[in-house]
């Protein structure tokens, strides 16, 4: 039953999704997720003892790891197959029939992101505070609203965000991987030295998606509009957050 609602969701008419038809929902869940894992959490949790929640870690980790290939390889054939569309005009009626046939991606990544927001709630439950950070509370909600808002407005998104997309898969594949892993207990520490270097790869990451982005605007492939903006603005943000972090945790 699971099964058929996802691909009823990834399938039907966007226009009839509740996700979408109702412009207060997605907001609504997003704000609630804050309000959860910034303050009403929290204040929850202060006075009882952490859930031990290593099976469910285990599980979610390695789900996630599973998922994020799945989408990679979905991606990847999608980028390889359009490839010549990637100078195409969003008005151009091909790149239009071209996102239309895509949109079933765009809806499962959005599922996606939207479940990578238990992070954060198993964070509070867990009362991990030293891993509640603002840099990935505002990484997931923005990463979110973007998914959203592209899946919204297929007119606006760039062919470049395929690109985009596939690299962040990478990198979260890797990420859920060492997730997974630490989650399994503390026996794993002595596998999990590579820590250090999570961070310098997603500092990789965005500095590959910048050199790409940039790329594809100098050279004509891409006009400069609203979503051009908000995704070289978003990127660049959260590469001195990641910076700061490298240099606070390893250059000390």
């Given at each position: 039953m699971i099964l058929d609602s996802i691909s009823d969701f990834l399938n039907k008419d966007i226009e009839n999704k509740l996700l979408f038809k109702n412009d207060y929902l997605f907001p609504s869940i997003l704000i609630s997720y804050i309000l959860f894992v910034t303050w009403i959490g929290p204040s929850l949790m202060i006075t009882r003892?952490?859930?031990?929640?290593?099976?469910?870690?285990?599980?979610?980790?390695?789900?996630?790891?599973?998922?994020?290939?799945?989408?990679?390889?979905?991606?990847?054939?999608?980028?390889?197959?359009?490839?010549?569309?990637?100078?195409?005009?969003?008005?151009?009626?091909?790149?239009?029939?071209?996102?239309?046939?895509?949109?079933?991606?765009?809806?499962?990544?959005?599922?996606?992101?939207?479940?990578?927001?238990?992070?954060?709630?198993?964070?509070?439950?867990?009362?991990?505070?030293?891993?509640?950070?603002?840099?990935?509370?505002?990484?997931?909600?923005?990463?979110?609203?973007?998914?959203?808002?592209?899946?919204?407005?297929?007119?606006?998104?760039?062919?470049?965000?395929?690109?985009?997309?596939?690299?962040n898969i990478v990198v979260h594949t890797v990420l859920y991987t060492y997730y997974g892993l630490s989650s399994i207990g503390p026996h794993m520490e002595k596998y999990l030295w590579w820590k250090k270097y999570l961070t310098a790869l997603q500092i990789g990451q965005f500095v590959v998606d910048i050199a790409y982005v940039s790329f594809e605007v100098l050279t004509g492939c891409k006009t400069v509009g609203i979503s051009e903006i908000i995704t070289f603005a978003f990127i660049t943000y959260l590469l001195i957050l990641f910076l700061n972090l490298y240099k606070e945790k390893y250059c000390k």
């Open positions: 003892k952490p859930f031990k929640l290593r099976g469910i870690m285990v599980v979610y980790n390695f789900i996630e790891v599973c998922v994020n290939i799945y989408v990679f390889k979905w991606i990847f054939s999608t980028t390889i197959f359009y490839w010549h569309a990637r100078c195409l005009l969003f008005e151009d009626p091909e790149y239009l029939a071209i996102y239309k046939k895509t949109l079933p991606l765009w809806r499962f990544i959005l599922l996606n992101k939207m479940f990578e927001l238990w992070d954060m709630v198993f964070i509070v439950l867990r009362k991990k505070w030293n891993q509640l950070s603002g840099l990935h509370i505002i990484h997931h909600s923005i990463v979110c609203s973007m998914a959203w808002w592209f899946t919204r407005n297929p007119s606006r998104t760039g062919f470049y965000f395929f690109v985009v997309l596939g690299i």
